[in-house]
């Protein structure tokens, strides 16, 4: 089974598992997954001994399927997650040409309504504030001013189709600064999702490991599957640097 049908499989009892018994992944997603794999192809061998103590056959076929679930929302999380990324870097070079776009049709706007203080105050009052979302405003505000009022703004030789930039320019950094913050795509909930999926894979891996660990407590051949294999080398990595600062 593809890991998209594994994913849609699981997704409703993995969006049910509640919050607080979520777990995040305490080593790399890409590991757990493989160790997953590994233990299913172990466990096998195995099935009618755990079947004695309580693992049954389907629950070993299960766990390739979470691992699938978990691997796809691995991806659907890593992809949100550069999507965002992706946003925050075209922000940083957007951002500073629509503020000056912004102050460019302001300064346009005070020169052509100079002589009307009723329009100079509209523009005096789209320049309160300040912030992304407010120069976002601002852009759309302009757009809407010079439309409503055009012909001063032709009598200094100013095209009007810059109005229609401008509120263009609006529509497309509301939509980039969402997507930078994470609003619009949220990667919180993909990540959410990601790891309600990990937690959904690691309940049958512990419970398969332990009832392994179990019944071939006393065959050491077939006990060294049912351990993670990142732990041990892990332990045994932090034991010999201890052992070489205490020599």
Excluded: C
Aim: proline share 3%.
């Amino acid at each position: 089974m593809a890991n998209t049908d594994d994913y849609n499989a699981k997704l409703a009892t993995i969006q049910a598992i509640p919050n607080e018994e979520v777990q995040e992944p305490t080593i790399p997603v890409e590991v757990a997954l493989q160790e997953a794999e590994n233990l299913y192809h172990w466990s096998l061998n195995d099935a009618e001994t755990l079947q004695v103590v309580g693992i049954t056959q389907s629950m070993i076929y299960d766990l390739p399927v979470r691992a699938g679930a978990a691997r796809e929302a691995q991806s659907i999380w890593n992809k949100d997650y550069r999507s965002q990324q992706e946003a925050q870097k075209e922000w940083a070079v957007q951002a500073p040409l629509a503020y000056a776009m912004r102050t460019d049709l302001l300064q346009t706007m005070r020169f052509a309504y100079r002589k009307d203080d009723a329009l100079l105050s509209r523009v005096s009052a789209i320049t309160d504030g300040s912030g992304h979302a407010d120069m976002i405003q601002d852009l759309n505000d302009i757009a809407v001013l010079g439309r409503e009022n055009p012909d001063p703004l032709t009598a200094i030789g100013f095209d009007l189709e810059e109005l229609t930039v401008a509120a263009t320019r609006a529509d497309e950094m509301a939509d980039l600064l969402a997507e930078a913050n994470g609003d619009k795509a949220d990667p919180n909930e993909s990540k959410i999702i990601r790891d309600k999926a990990y937690t959904h894979l690691k309940e049958l891996v512990d419970e398969i490991r332990e009832a392994g660990k179990y019944a071939f407590r006393n065959d050491k051949h077939r006990l060294k599957g049912y351990a993670s294999q990142y732990w041990r080398k892990l332990h045994r990595r932090q034991s010999s640097a201890s052992s070489e600062v205490t020599e």
